[in-house]
Structure formats: structure tokens, C-alpha cells
């Protein structure tokens, strides 16, 4: 067979073959701390948290932790806090000149602004811990449980905490730098993919019991969830070419140029930050409630419910902002119009320079639209899966970051395996040879 004779090829690429090994030794010490709970706690003391996180806004929490975050374990606070620090740092660079510089230094440039965002991280864990820990007594109080923390505790605490997620982004690196994939969104792709199986397994056993369609109602939601999936795939890969006329010109004894060449702009330029980026806004009002609803004000308890009205509006708008925003600072209409233009190169009936910036700036306005338009519904899918009689852990598989994170992370990862098969001659992944990935020089 095919995909047979594909493993074996890679397997016979010794740096392949070590990367992968690589990555899958660090993922294993990433999954094993999640279930090292902190010291001094049991399992009984933390049944109280698990209750909590199973259900609504704490649940997705839960998920990016690789369920961590529910098991009190020392790497509860996850990746999303260096995510957080990421998002603002690039915020920054549009607002401040100085970052701005940064950006445009290089790589030079690009490691300052990754120390800044890892200063940036440890404030923020240094503010999350205290909130993650005032729920966890919370509810172990809630409880009758014995178990109470003071003020050194907190300390002591905090610290843990803080140390387990700089783990996590030290991991990720690892991997970017030594295995496969881009580390970071590969941890949490591993989180997500950590959860499927149980609920597949209980959307399965539900369905099974219940006397509303049974199992044919399940193989329905199965091909519903695999149309879904090739749906995000296109949005993920989706490309519009603009045709670009190139002068011949000669360099050395060959004549470089054609009629006609394309230059690729994607439809959904963003990729899965947008989701992303306003994912992490949204759990701004539950970080400020200290990870609890209970005794929260009515604005917090409509943003913290995830199949809510108000939540998914909110998080649809963020959305189509966001992919504008996105769009604009990894997509440069005057640097392709530059590059264009040093290379002999124009778009008909347009003239190089300032015009031709202006058209594809125009172009990708148009086109990021029903963009963003598509990003949005399919995050908000979950929400209306839920509604339709889905059980919520299935439902978060059906749209949202979950299934645009697997899904673009595993077109990465693919491609750097493809990239290495091809450059020893050995037959792709894909018979086509070719796998599309996300190509916006994103880091998740």
C-alpha cells in the first residue's frame, strides 16, 4: 500500500526519523505532567474542580490545558497565558514605533520581541495563579474538604504554577527548533486531541440510550462532523490568484519571466489567529472573576456562557475584527507592490508603486470578508451543535478553535514531513506531492 511504503520512507530519513522521535519524547513529558497534581493535593481534593470544569466556558478552559487545569495539576494554567502575552506584544508593534522597529529588524529583532513576550508571560501567570488557586479552595471548600491555603501557600503555589507553563513554552520551542512542527500549536493540538476520544465515545453511548435517533442520529452528527472538517481545511488552504504581468529580462545566458505569473492571496489570510486572538479576549471576564461565575455580575455570567446569546455575537465580531486586523499586519500590500517592482514586474492596467499597493489593498478588503464572514459561523458552530441536541464535550469538535487549530496544525506538520520526503525524492504524503499549510509565517 501507499501510505505503508510512505512510513517507511520516513523512516529511513535518519533527521525525519530523529525529529520525530523528538517530538513525540517531548509530547509524553508534557501529557505526564498534566496529571502530576500539585504537592500536597489528592485526587479526592480536586473532584470538586473537575465538577466545575465540566461544563460551559471552564470546560474549553480545560481543553487548550490538555486537562490540566482540572486535575490541579502543575501545569494547569497551560499555554494560553504565553499566547496571551504573544497577542499583546504584536498588538503592541502597531501601536508603539519602537515595537514596530522591531518587528522590521529581522531576526535580531524577532528574539528581543520573544524575551519581551516571556517577561510578559510570567506577569501574567503571576496574576492567574492567585485567581486558579482562589477557585481550586473554592470549591474544595464548597466541598468540606480539609484542605486551606495561606498566604505562604499561595506564594508557594504561584510559583509552581508559573515554573509548569514557562515548562510548557520551554517544550514548545524544543520542538519548533528540534522535532516537527511548530511547538507551540502542537502542544495544543495534543491538549485538544486528548479529549476526543472520550467524547466520542460518550456522544456514542448517549446516542446509543437515548430514544431520539439513536445510532443513526450519531452517524448523521459523524458525517455532519467530517463535511465540517473538509469545510475548514478550504477555509484553512482557501487561495485567490491575482494575475501579474512580468517583464523578461536576462540573467547570466537565461531569460527569466513568462507571460504571466500569480501572486497567491488567500481568502482567509489570518489562518486560526483570529479565533485565537479573540478567543483569549473572551476569557479576560472569567480570569477577572477569579475563574468563578457564581457570584459574578450578570455582563460576566452572559460573556462566560458559551452557548449563549451574547457570548457568541460578541465572539463573532471579535472574530471578523481580528481577521481585518490579522490580515493587515502579516499581508503588506507595499511590499509585495516593492518586491514587484524590483523584479521588473506590474499588474495590467495598474501602475507600479503607490497604485498597484492601493489595488491589492483593495483586493484583499474584498476578499478577507466573506473570509472572516466563514471564520466567524464556523466558530461559532459548537454553540449551535449544542443547541441541536449535541452533548457539549462532541460539540466542541464540530467548529470553533478546537477543529481549526487540528486542522492547521496538522496541514503544518505535514508539510514539513512532505518538504522532507520530496528533498530525498521520495513520494509524498498526497499523491498530488503537495500539501498547502498555513503560509503566513504565523507562530501557532
Known amino acids: 500500500m501507499r501510505f505503508v511504503e510512505t512510513i517507511k520512507n520516513i523512516w529511513k530519513i535518519e533527521d525525519l526519523r530523529k525529529r520525530l522521535c523528538y517530538t513525540f519524547m517531548l509530547v509524553v513529558i508534557y501529557r505526564f505532567g498534566c496529571y502530576i497534581l500539585l504537592p500536597g ?55 508603539l514605533p519602537s515595537f514596530k522597529k522591531l518587528q522590521q529588524e529581522g531576526e535580531s529583532g524577532r528574539m528581543k520581541l520573544n524575551q519581551y513576550t516571556r517577561y510578559l508571560t510570567v506577569a501574567i501567570l503571576l496574576l492567574q495563579g492567585p485567581a486558579y488557586l482562589a477557585t481550586l479552595g473554592y470549591q474544595i471548600a464548597q466541598a468540606g474538604g480539609a484542605v486551606t491555603f495561606t498566604f505562604i501557600t499561595y506564594v508557594y503555589y504561584t510559583i509552581i504554577l508559573a515554573a509548569g507553563s514557562m515548562f510548557i513554552m520551554w517544550l ?16 495544543i493540538l495534543v491538549g485538544i486531541i486528548a479529549r476526543l476520544p472520550l467524547a466520542f465515545v460518550q456522544e456514542f453511548t448517549n446516542r446509543l440510550t437515548s430514544a431520539q435517533g439513536g445510532l443513526v442520529m450519531f452517524l448523521v452528527e459523524v458525517v455532519i462532523l467530517f463535511a465540517i472538517i473538509a469545510c475548514a481545511v478550504l477555509l484553512v488552504q482557501g487561495i485567490r490568484k491575482v494575475p501579474v504581468q512580468y517583464a523578461k529580462r536576462i540573467v547570466g545566458n537565461k531569460q527569466i519571466g513568462g507571460a504571466r505569473q500569480y501572486i497567491p492571496l488567500k481568502v482567509n489570510a489570518a489562518n486560526v489567529m483570529p479565533i485565537i486572538f479573540a478567543q483569549a479576549i473572551m476569557f479576560i471576564p472569567i480570569t477577572v472573576a477569579g475563574f468563578n461565575t457564581a457570584n459574578s455580575s450578570a455582563f460576566v455570567r452572559a460573556l462566560s456562557d458559551m452557548h449563549g446569546f451574547w457570548y457568541n455575537a460578541v465572539y463573532f465580531l471579535l472574530i471578523i475584527a481580528f481577521t481585518y486586523f490579522y490580515t493587515a499586519i502579516t499581508v503588506r500590500p507595499n511590499d ?45 458552530l459548537p454553540a449551535i451543535a449544542k443547541i441541536c441536541g449535541v452533548s457539549q464535550q462532541f460539540s466542541q469538535f464540530f467548529g470553533g478553535t478546537s477543529l481549526l487549530i487540528l486542522v492547521g496544525v496538522v496541514l503544518d506538520t505535514l508539510q514539513q514531513i512532505e518538504s522532507h520526503l520530496m528533498m530525498r525524492h521520495y513520494d509524498g504524503l498526497l499523491k498530488s506531492g503537495k500539501i498547502k499549510g498555513r503560509t503566513t509565517g504565523s507562530m501557532y
Not at 504565553?82 to 503592541?92: D, F, G, K, R
Not at 516537527?180 to 502542544?187: A, H, K
Not at 492601493?358 to 466567524?376: A, K, N, W
Open 172 to 187: 514548545g520551542e524544543k520542538i519548533t527548533d528540534r522535532g516537527v512542527g511548530n511547538g507551540i500549536s502542537f502542544i
Open 336 to 380: 509585495i507592490a516593492d518586491q514587484l517592482k524590483r523584479n521588473n514586474g506590474f499588474i495590467p492596467g495598474v501602475k507600479p508603486g503607490k497604485a498597484t499597493a492601493e489595488y491589492l489593498d483593495s483586493i484583499m478588503s474584498r476578499i478577507t470578508l466573506p473570509g472572516s464572514i466563514f471564520l466567524g459561523i464556523v466558530a461559532i
Open 41 to 95: 493535593l489528592t485526587p479526592t481534593d480536586v473532584k470538586p474542580l473537575q465538577e466545575f470544569t465540566s461544563n460551559g466556558l471552564m470546560q474549553l478552559v480545560d481543553m487548550f490545558s490538555g486537562g490540566a487545569f482540572s486535575q490541579a495539576s502543575i501545569f494547569a494554567l497551560g499555554i494560553m497565558p504565553y499566547i496571551t502575552a504573544s497577542i499583546v506584544i504584536q498588538l503592541l508593534g502597531i501601536i
